[in-house]
């Protein structure tokens, strides 16, 4: 079905609203009718052509809006949250959605590590909700998730506090009706600056989402594809923006991949300077700078990058490849996700030298072997039916799992299906040990891994939070069809 009437399934009952267009200006009266009016030759050739409707103007690209602090004291950062109806605009039709603070993407929240947030969070909907604060080690209580508590009903309040010791790009959105509420518009943006990282001269926060359907038939619907294949892709909101950057600056760009099942397989092309130099994902920096041609990220994935802009630079696209859930590129056209500029007027400086990050350096654990392993999922499901299971299990209907509290632990995840799966543990952080017995490329450490079909995957982790933490696939739809579990820290 067309994207109208996706936003007719997802506005909860709203009007249709579409933006109105441009009028086709009168023509003045034709050639042809003047002769018959008045027997004289027609003076069309001396009339001015009619104004037409024209292509809407090219948004420029910015990050979003921050969240105003209203605490003076250097180490506390204090907000407010309000989740409300809110109407907006993608791709020329209306979505009467929710945000934020009225904003979609919702406000971006910037701290230091080490301080501690409150957030003064209200819901203005009818429907209730929560917070949950992706990839960030919070008390369970602070999680956001129902399993134990309570959402917050319709016209309540909650205040989330927690100090952070960690450093990274990370994201909130709910964890209640998940899969609707994020589509809805419910999701921004938390930084942790790091004090010992150096600061580039201009910092670009951009969010990408998808915007399209399941298939028509389908009862899970929604405006997130599943096979990533024929996707609306925005980038904070707009479609297809335009960055201008200034010769001689360094660049930090940090994405987030909030899309429900949308994979983002970032490529670029560049007539010149700058390269793309990828410093961080979703725990903070990599322990080395890594060059890649292309970075895939999952959905609810990050990564940082690291630009130097020169003189020479003769621009850059930023490219999304069609990407499938089967664990591979798909059919179809790159499609640009925005464009990079070099401003006019520039001075000429020439690129600076690459920022001084503190990578650690250290080499991925090695994998203890099958004998040792303390937590095993096996990831099942069918499309058809629309059940994802963990274990042969159906959220809520589960066995918990435990780990004892600061003893050093290995899971494996075996995916027996023919879906990938982003798999996404709260809480906690866990460095990947192997795929299919052989050891990663280089130390990686994510809240968010992206099993591939067929696949085995095993994960160090130290549970180091006590509480019960949720554990699935971050395929929204999946979530929805059962892919999810709880494992116990005590």
Do not use: K
């Not at 929710?98 to 230091?112: F, L, S």
């Not at 999701?187 to 600061?199: A, F, K, M």
């Not at 390269?275 to 903070?284: E, F, K, P, T």
């Not at 879906?419 to 866990?430: D, R, S």
């Amino acid at each position: 079905m067309p994207l109208a009437a996706a936003v007719l399934v997802f506005a909860c009952g709203g009007d249709d609203a579409t933006p109105s267009t441009d009028e086709v200006g009168e023509a003045a009266e034709t050639g042809a009718d003047a002769e018959t009016e008045t027997g004289t030759e027609s003076e069309t050739d001396t009339e001015p052509e009619p104004d037409l409707p024209t292509e809407p103007e090219r948004g420029s690209l910015f990050s979003p809006a921050e969240a105003v602090d209203l605490d003076p004291a250097p180490d506390v950062v204090h907000v407010e949250l309000t989740a409300a109806p809110h109407s907006f605009e993608i791709a020329g039709e209306m979505v009467d959605g929710w945000a934020y603070n009225g904003q979609v993407p919702g406000p971006t929240i910037r701290m230091r590590r080490g301080d501690a947030l409150v957030v003064d969070f209200h819901n203005d909907l009818e429907d209730p909700t929560t917070v949950h604060w992706h990839g960030l080690h919070v008390p369970f209580e602070m999680d956001g998730v129902t399993w134990q508590g309570a959402p917050v009903e319709p016209g309540g309040d909650f205040v989330y506090t927690f100090t952070l010791d960690q450093a990274g790009t990370y994201w909130y959105h709910p964890h209640v009706d998940t899969e609707r509420q994020a589509d809805l518009g419910l999701y921004g943006v938390l930084i942790v600056e790091d004090p010992d990282e150096p600061v580039a001269d201009r910092e670009l926060v951009v969010v990408f989402d998808s915007w399209g359907e399941h298939d028509a038939d389908s009862e899970a619907g929604g405006h997130h594809g599943l096979d990533g294949a024929d996707l609306t892709w925005t980038t904070n909101g707009l479609i297809d923006p335009l960055f201008e950057a200034n010769a001689g600056e360094s660049i930090r760009l940090r994405a987030v991949n909030v899309a429900n099942a949308g994979y983002v397989d970032l490529t670029w092309t560049t007539g010149g300077e700058p390269g793309v130099r990828q410093i961080a994902s979703d725990q903070g920096l990599l322990p080395e700078l890594v060059e890649a041609p292309s970075v895939v990220l999952a959905p609810s994935d990050r990564a940082d990058f690291e630009w130097l802009v020169g003189p020479d630079f003769a621009g850059l696209e930023v490219l999304n490849q069609p990407y499938s859930l089967l664990g591979a590129p798909s059919q179809g056209e790159p499609l640009r996700l925005f464009e990079v500029e070099l401003a006019e007027g520039g001075t000429g400086e020439p690129a600076p030298g690459p920022l001084a990050w503190p990578f650690d350096g250290l080499e991925p654990t090695p994998d203890p072997g099958a004998g040792v392993t303390d937590v095993l999922y096996a990831f099942h499901g069918d499309p058809h039916t629309g059940d994802w299971t963990i274990n042969g299990e159906l959220f809520p209907d589960i066995t918990i799992e435990s780990l004892s509290l600061g003893a050093w632990s290995v899971v494996e995840l075996r995916n027996v299906s023919q879906a990938a799966h982003p798999f996404h543990l709260h809480g906690h952080a866990f460095e990947v040990l192997s795929v299919d017995g052989e050891p990663p490329p280089w130390r990686i450490v994510e809240d968010t891994f992206d099993v591939p079909p067929y696949a085995t995957a095993r994960l160090g982790l130290l549970p180091d939070n006590p509480g019960d933490w949720m554990a699935h696939c971050h395929i929204l739809p999946h979530v929805e069809g059962g892919m999810m579990t709880v494992l116990r820290v005590e």
